[in-house]
C-alpha cells in the first residue's frame, strides 16, 4: 500500500540559511500533518492542513511556514535556520474523520550547523 | 485538551504479554483513545483505537475502563519488534486536526 512521502531524507544547512521540506500523502487523504522532534523528545505538532487550507495550528515559529497545495502534497518552509532547528521532522496525512488514524512518513533529518 | 500520563518506560520478557496503562481521567464523551508507536529512527505507527468498547486487531488490544477514565493497550506476545515509545493520545472533535504527542511508555523487550 502507499505510504507517506517524505523529501528529502536527509538535510544539511547552514545557519540563516532555509530549508523546504516536502510532503506527498496517501491517496484520497486530504489532511496533513507537521511534526518537529528533536533529540530524545516526543513529537511536537506544528501545524495542519485540511484541503489546502490551514486547520491547526501548533507550535511553529515565525520563521517557519507551509501550505498544502491542489495536489494535496505540502511543503514546510523553514527560514533564518537555528542550531535548535536541528531535529527530525515528520510529516502524517490522515482522511478528515476524527477517529480515521494518522499515517506517517519516515521524516526528514535536518542537521543545521 | 485532556492529558493522558503513562509510566516512563516499562519491560518485558520475550514472548510474554504486556499491559500498557494509561490515564486519561479529564477525558471527554467525544474522545476517541488513539495508540501509538515509535521505532527508533522511525515515524510514529499507528496501532489502535476506541471509544467506549474494547477493540482488538492484527497488532494489540485495547481495554477501556467503563468510566473511560483510564485504558490499556494490550501485546498479547511481546516480540523484540515491539520495543518502542508507546504514545495514547486522545482525540476530539472540537480539537480538529491537532493531534498531540504526550510522554509516551518506553518499552524494552527481554529475549
Known amino acids: 500500500a502507499a505510504g507517506v512521502i517524505q523529501s528529502p531524507r536527509h538535510l544539511i544547512k547552514e545557519k540563516r540559511e532555509t530549508a523546504t521540506l516536502k510532503c506527498y500523502p496517501i491517496?484520497?487523504?486530504?489532511?496533513v500533518y507537521w511534526y518537529q522532534q528533536g533529540p530524545g523528545q516526543d513529537p511536537q505538532f506544528l501545524i495542519s492542513f485540511y484541503e489546502k487550507m490551514q486547520s491547526d495550528k501548533g507550535s511553529i515559529p515565525d520563521r517557519f511556514s507551509a501550505q498544502q497545495f491542489s495536489d494535496y502534497h505540502s511543503e514546510l518552509n523553514m527560514s533564518s535556520l537555528e542550531l535548535g532547528d536541528s531535529a527530525l521532522y515528520f510529516c502524517?496525512?490522515?482522511?478528515?474523520?476524527?477517529?480515521?488514524?494518522?499515517?506517517f512518513g519516515n521524516g526528514t533529518r535536518l542537521t543545521v550547523t | 485538551d485532556a492529558k493522558t500520563t503513562q509510566p516512563n518506560s516499562m519491560e518485558s520478557n520475550e514472548e510474554e504479554p504486556v499491559h500498557l496503562p494509561c490515564n486519561h481521567s479529564?477525558?471527554?464523551?467525544?474522545?476517541?483513545i488513539h495508540w501509538y508507536r515509535q521505532l527508533p529512527s522511525q515515524g510514529p505507527e499507528y496501532v489502535i483505537h476506541?471509544?467506549?468498547s474494547n477493540v482488538n486487531n492484527r497488532m494489540a488490544s485495547l481495554a477501556i475502563a467503563e468510566d473511560r477514565k483510564s485504558s490499556t493497550l494490550i501485546l498479547h506476545r511481546a516480540t523484540l519488534r515491539d520495543a518502542a515509545v508507546y504514545y495514547c493520545?486522545?482525540?476530539?472533535?472540537?480539537?480538529?486536526?491537532?493531534?498531540?504527542f504526550g510522554t509516551g511508555t518506553s518499552l524494552t523487550v527481554i529475549p
Open positions: 502524517a496525512s490522515s482522511l478528515p474523520q476524527v477517529n480515521s488514524p494518522l499515517h
Open positions: 476506541g471509544l467506549t
Open positions: 479529564t477525558i471527554s464523551g467525544t474522545d476517541y
Open positions: 491517496p484520497r487523504h486530504d489532511t
Open positions: 493520545i486522545l482525540r476530539d472533535v472540537d480539537t480538529g486536526n491537532q493531534f498531540y
